[in-house]
């Protein structure tokens, strides 16, 4: 199981990225530690969800609770989010990650939940992960919050 910053580290090192991977984070300080870690020519930080998600094509998220983030995707649904990835790494109820998936794919965007660990919980937004192109995608992360987004891994808008 890798830690947040441990799945940021791996999307530069082996994500074959074009641009700098975008980090955000609720406490800007944690956010700049980790693209300091990383390199800085390799990261920027983001100092809103809004100029984290704007800048990305795939966007994922993981939070401690349903609450955290169902506020987060609401601040991100209020952008243009036509053509993006949201991938969801956090461990929270099936019914909120279903109404999370409806809502994103309501905005133009595509959803899939990957949570880190199941804690007694099951189902993880179906209706979102059938919609993955790919199924390379692992569970990468669990706990905190990093909001990441990418360039290089799809063309905007692409599918």
């Given at each position: 199981?890798?830690?947040?910053?441990?799945?940021?580290a791996?999307?530069?090192?082996?994500?074959?990225?074009?641009?700098?991977?975008?980090?955000?984070?609720?406490?800007?300080?944690?956010?700049?530690?980790?693209?300091?870690?990383?390199?800085?020519?390799?990261?920027?930080v983001?100092?809103?969800?809004?100029?984290a998600?704007?800048?990305?094509?795939?966007?994922?998220?993981?939070?401690?609770?349903?609450?955290?983030?169902?506020?987060?995707?609401?601040?991100?649904?209020?952008?243009?989010?036509?053509?993006?990835?949201?991938?969801?790494?956090?461990?929270?109820?099936?019914?909120?990650?279903?109404?999370?998936?409806?809502?994103?794919?309501?905005?133009?965007?595509?959803?899939?939940?990957?949570?880190?660990?199941?804690?007694?919980?099951?189902?993880?937004?179906?209706?979102?992960?059938?919609?993955?192109?790919?199924?390379?995608?692992?569970?990468?992360?669990?706990g905190?919050?990093?909001?990441?987004?990418?360039?290089?891994?799809?063309?905007?808008?692409?599918?």
């Open positions: 199981m890798s830690s947040p910053q441990g799945m940021c791996n999307l530069v090192d082996k994500g074959k990225l074009t641009s700098p991977l975008i980090i955000y984070n609720r406490t800007a300080q944690r956010a700049q530690e980790l693209a300091a870690k990383i390199g800085g020519d390799r990261t920027t983001a100092a809103s969800v809004a100029e998600v704007a800048a990305a094509d795939i966007v994922f998220t993981c939070l401690g609770e349903d609450q955290s983030v169902s506020d987060t995707i609401d601040t991100a649904l209020q952008g243009d989010v036509t053509g993006k990835l949201f991938v969801d790494c956090s461990t929270i109820h099936p019914t909120t990650t279903n109404a999370l998936a409806k809502a994103v794919t309501a905005k133009g965007a595509e959803f899939v939940a990957m949570p880190g660990r199941n804690r007694g919980r099951s189902g993880v937004g179906f209706e979102g992960a059938q919609r993955l192109t790919s199924s390379s995608f692992r569970s990468p992360c669990d905190g919050f990093w909001a990441v987004g990418m360039r290089a891994l799809r063309p905007k808008g692409g599918r």
